[in-house]
C-alpha cells in the first residue's frame, strides 16, 4: 500500500471509531437513568397542622427532653444539615439552645446577659433574636441588645463579626462598625451578611472582608421605594436572601414585604404596606424562603403563618381558626419535607407546620402559653401611685364595649381598667424585659400602649409626660419622619423595666386598661391580686328572657309561668346581670366572670344531665375571633343610649364562650316533657359570690 492509502485508512478507521463512540453514547444515554431534576415544585396554599415539638407552654430554663423543656423568649429559628434546630432564647436565658433530631434540647453558648466571646458557657449574648447559617456550617446571631452581630463555630467558639456593643449607626470596619438594636440576619450564597438593623430602620451588609456597609434606608422611619437611601422602612426585624442575591425584608410596623434587588434598589411585594387592603401581613416578624422563590411570613398582630408568591399571591398556611393562631411566630425554617418550623415566642413553644406527608410529631398539640405559667411577680401593686394603696376598679375581662359610632356590641373588653386622673403617671407593677420588636403602639391615639413582657399598660402617654416631655430618652426613643412629623415612641426588644418605673402618663381615657396575656390569649387580670382590692358584693340579675330564633323574647304567660312550646326548633338563654366592687360608685356597674344555666322541676330538683349548673360563659381566657361580642351578649347590650353611663350586660347563656373559645348555640325546648319548671341560672363574679336573687325563671312548656 502506499503512504497515500495508509493515510486514507487511518482517517477512515478514526472516522468509524468516533462514530461508534457516538452511537455508544447516544445509546447509553437512551437507556440510562433520568438525571435528577431537584426538588420538586413547592405547592402553593397547602394546609398545614401544627404540631407540637418541644417546650411546655411555661417561661423558665430547663434542657432535657423535648417536652419538658422550656424556654423564656424563644425568638430566632434556623436549621442545621443534620435536621437540628437552633434556637436564640433571649428573656433571661440569652443563650442559643439546640434540639437534636431525637428531640433533646440542650443550651448550646452562651449564659449569663452581658457582652463576651468565647465557648459555650464563657460566651454572652444580650437578648439573641436572627439566626442564619453559612454554607460552612458557622451560626451567625443577631445580637440585639448588644447591638452587634456574632458568629458561633461548629464547635460552639463565639465571636464578633461587627458591632461595638454601642447602639449607634456607622459603616466601616466591622470592630468600628454600630447597629441599633439588630433583630434580623441572613447569609447569602456568597457569604455576605445582610443585617436587618431594625431600630436604625435601615439594611446593613457585612462583606467578605469584614466591613459594614449600608444597603438601603435612611435617617427616619417611613415607606418609601427607591435605590439605596432614597427608600425607607420602618422596624425592618427578618431577612431573607434567594439564589439571585434579592434580599428580602419583613418590614414590621409598615406591615409590608419588601425587596432589595442586586443593585440595591427596594420594592414592595404587591398586596402588602400600610395602605393595603387584602388583609395581610399585619406585623410580620419572620421569613422563610423556599428553593423555587415562595415565600413563608410569620405575622404577629394574628398569628398566621402565611405563604406568598412572588406576585403577591398569598394563602394563609397555618393559623385560619382562632385555635391555631400563635401570638408571636418569630421564628420560621423549611424542615426538609415541605413543612416548616416556628418558634412562638409568646407562648415558650417551637411547633412544626407540617404537611400531609410529614411525620406525625410525639407530643400532643398545646398552642399558647400554659395556664400554669407563674403569676408576673407583682406582689399586688397597682399601675398606679400609690401601688399599695387602693384604686377604683372600672371594667373587666369580657365586657361588652362599642365602638363608639352606633354599635354597642363592637368588641369585648381583654383587660383590668383603673381608673386614674389624666396626666398621672403609670407605673410597672412587676420588672420585666421587653420581648416584642414592635412593643409600643398608637402614638397620641386613645388606645397608645406598652408591653412589657406579659403585661400590656394601655390608655397611655408612652413614655411621656403630660406636657409630652420624655421621662426616660434612653428606654423611650423619641422618633420623626423625614419631615420632622408623624412623631412616635419607639422602645427597644431587649429593654429592661423595673417595678414602679414610670413608663407614661394616663391620656384623656382618665383609666389604665391592663391585659395579662399575648392577644388571643389574653387572662383575666383579677389573677394578678392587687392590694386592698375586694368585692363582697353578689352579683345582680335584673332579668331573664327566653328569646326565639329571630332573637325577639317570648312573653306569652299562664299562671305567671313563660310559656315554651316544644314546637320551636330553639330558644336563647338571656340573662341580665351586673356585678359591683367594694368602695365603687354606687352607678360603676362590672360585668361577671361567669354564668350558667339549670333545669329544675317544679319543686326545686334538679333534671337528669342539670344535677350542676352549665356553666357556658366563663371569662378566664379572652377569646380573639372578631364574632365573640355577640356570640357572648344579646342585642341591647353595652351602652345603648347616647350619654348614659349605664353599661348592660344581656348574657347570652346558650351560647358557650370560655377557654378562649366559642360556639354558638340553642336550647331545643322538645328535650322537656309538656309540664312545669324552673330554670336557674348561676352568675358568679371573679371573687366567688354568686346571685342568690332573681335567679329563677317559672316556665311552663307545652
Known amino acids: 500500500m502506499t503512504r497515500t492509502h495508509w493515510l486514507w485508512l487511518a482517517i477512515g478507521l478514526t472516522a468509524a471509531a468516533l462514530a461508534a463512540t457516538y452511537v455508544y453514547e447516544w445509546q447509553g444515554r437512551e437507556s440510562a437513568p433520568a438525571a435528577p431534576r431537584g426538588p420538586a415544585p413547592t405547592p402553593f396554599g397547602w394546609q398545614g397542622q401544627l404540631q407540637s415539638i418541644a417546650g411546655d407552654g411555661i417561661a423558665g430554663l430547663r434542657d432535657g427532653a423535648a417536652a419538658q423543656a422550656r424556654f423564656a423568649d424563644p425568638y430566632g429559628l434556623a436549621r442545621a444539615g443534620d435536621g437540628s434546630l437552633y434556637i436564640a432564647d433571649g428573656g433571661d436565658n440569652n443563650r442559643i439552645r439546640r434540639i437534636a433530631p431525637d428531640g433533646q434540647v440542650v443550651s ?31 451560626l451567625y446571631v443577631a445580637d440585639t441588645g448588644n447591638h452587634a452581630i456574632r458568629r ?5 467558639v463565639v465571636s464578633t463579626v461587627a458591632g461595638t456593643g454601642i447602639a ?3 459603616d466601616g470596619p466591622g470592630a468600628q462598625a454600630q447597629f441599633d438594636g439588630p433583630v434580623g440576619v441572613a447569609v447569602a450564597a456568597d457569604g455576605r451578611i445582610f443585617v436587618a438593623d431594625t431600630y436604625n430602620d435601615r439594611i446593613r451588609v457585612i462583606g467578605r472582608d469584614g466591613s459594614v456597609a449600608t444597603v438601603a434606608g435612611g435617617a427616619h422611619p417611613g415607606f418609601a421605594d427607591g435605590a439605596g437611601a432614597l427608600a425607607r422602612f420602618d422596624t425592618p426585624t427578618a431577612l431573607a436572601v434567594d439564589r439571585h442575591g434579592t434580599v428580602w425584608v419583613a418590614d414590621t410596623r409598615n406591615d409590608a414585604i419588601r425587596r432589595i434587588d442586586a443593585q440595591g434598589t427596594v420594592s414592595t411585594l404587591p398586596g402588602t404596606g400600610p395602605d393595603s387592603d387584602t388583609g395581610a401581613p399585619h406585623r410580620p416578624i419572620s421569613l422563610a424562603l423556599t428553593h423555587d422563590g415562595l415565600l413563608y411570613v410569620g405575622e404577629m398582630t394574628w398569628g398566621r403563618v402565611l405563604q406568598f408568591k412572588p406576585s403577591g399571591q398569598w394563602q394563609p398556611i397555618s393559623g385560619r381558626e382562632q385555635a391555631q393562631r400563635l401570638p408571636r411566630p418569630s ?13 412562638d415566642a409568646a407562648s415558650y413553644r417551637v411547633h412544626r407546620i407540617a404537611t400531609a406527608s410529614t411525620p406525625a410529631s410525639a407530643l400532643p398539640l398545646e398552642i399558647g402559653p400554659s395556664l400554669d405559667n407563674p403569676l408576673p411577680a407583682t406582689a399586688g401593686r397597682w ?6 394603696g387602693w384604686h377604683e376598679v372600672v371594667g373587666t375581662l369580657g365586657e361588652v364595649r362599642g365602638d363608639g359610632h352606633g354599635e354597642s356590641r363592637h368588641h369585648l373588653h381583654g383587660g383590668l381598667d383603673i381608673r386614674g386622673d389624666i ?5 410597672a407593677i412587676a420588672d420585666a424585659k421587653v420581648g416584642n420588636p414592635a412593643a409600643a403602639w398608637g402614638y397620641g391615639g386613645l388606645g397608645e400602649g406598652l408591653m412589657l413582657d406579659a403585661l400590656s399598660y394601655i390608655h397611655m402617654r408612652v413614655g411621656r409626660t403630660a406636657q409630652g416631655q420624655s421621662l426616660d430618652p434612653q428606654r423611650f426613643q423619641a422618633l420623626t419622619d423625614d419631615a420632622g412629623a408623624k412623631p412616635r415612641v419607639r422602645v427597644r426588644r431587649g429593654a429592661r423595666f423595673a417595678a414602679g418605673d414610670a413608663l407614661g402618663t394616663i391620656n384623656p381615657m382618665a383609666h389604665v386598661h391592663l391585659a395579662y396575656g399575648p392577644f388571643g390569649y389574653e387572662r383575666n387580670a383579677a389573677l394578678l391580686g392587687f392590694v386592698n382590692y375586694a368585692d363582697r358584693y353578689p352579683p345582680r340579675i335584673e332579668r331573664i328572657q327566653l328569646l326565639d330564633a329571630s332573637e325577639q323574647p317570648l312573653a306569652e304567660r299562664q299562671d305567671g309561668r313563660l310559656l315554651l312550646s316544644r314546637a320551636l326548633p330553639g330558644v336563647h338563654i338571656v340573662v341580665e ?23 329544675l322541676t317544679a319543686a326545686g330538683q334538679p333534671l337528669p344531665g342539670y344535677e350542676s349548673p352549665r ?13 365573640a361580642v355577640k356570640v357572648a351578649y344579646a342585642p341591647d347590650s353595652g351602652i345603648t343610649v347616647h350619654g348614659s353611663a349605664i353599661t348592660r350586660f344581656r348574657y347570652m347563656v346558650s351560647n358557650t364562650v370560655r377557654d378562649g373559645r366559642l360556639t354558638a348555640g340553642s336550647y331545643s325546648p322538645s328535650e322537656l316533657p309538656a309540664g312545669d319548671y324552673l330554670l336557674r341560672i348561676t352568675a358568679r363574679d371573679y371573687s366567688g359570690n354568686v346571685a342568690t336573687a332573681g335567679r329563677d325563671l317559672a316556665v311552663r312548656v307545652q
Open 108 to 138: 448550646f453558648a452562651g449564659g449569663t446577659e452581658g457582652f463576651a466571646d468565647g465557648s459555650g458557657a464563657a460566651a454572652k449574648f444580650h437578648t439573641p433574636s436572627g439566626l442564619a447559617f453559612d454554607r460552612s456550617g458557622n
Open 152 to 156: 458561633i463555630s461548629p464547635q460552639g
Open 168 to 170: 449607634g449607626y456607622r
Open 331 to 343: 421564628g420560621l425554617a423549611l424542615d426538609g419535607a415541605g413543612g416548616l418550623y416556628v418558634n
Open 383 to 388: 399601675p398606679l401611685r400609690p401601688q399599695d
Open 423 to 427: 396626666g398621672q403617671q403609670v407605673l
Open 577 to 599: 346581670a351586673w356585678d359591683q366592687v367594694d368602695r365603687n360608685l354606687p352607678r360603676r356597674r362590672l360585668g361577671l366572670y361567669a354564668l350558667g344555666y339549670q333545669w
Open 615 to 627: 356553666m357556658n360563659i366563663q371569662f378566664d381566657r379572652m377569646p380573639a375571633a372578631d364574632d
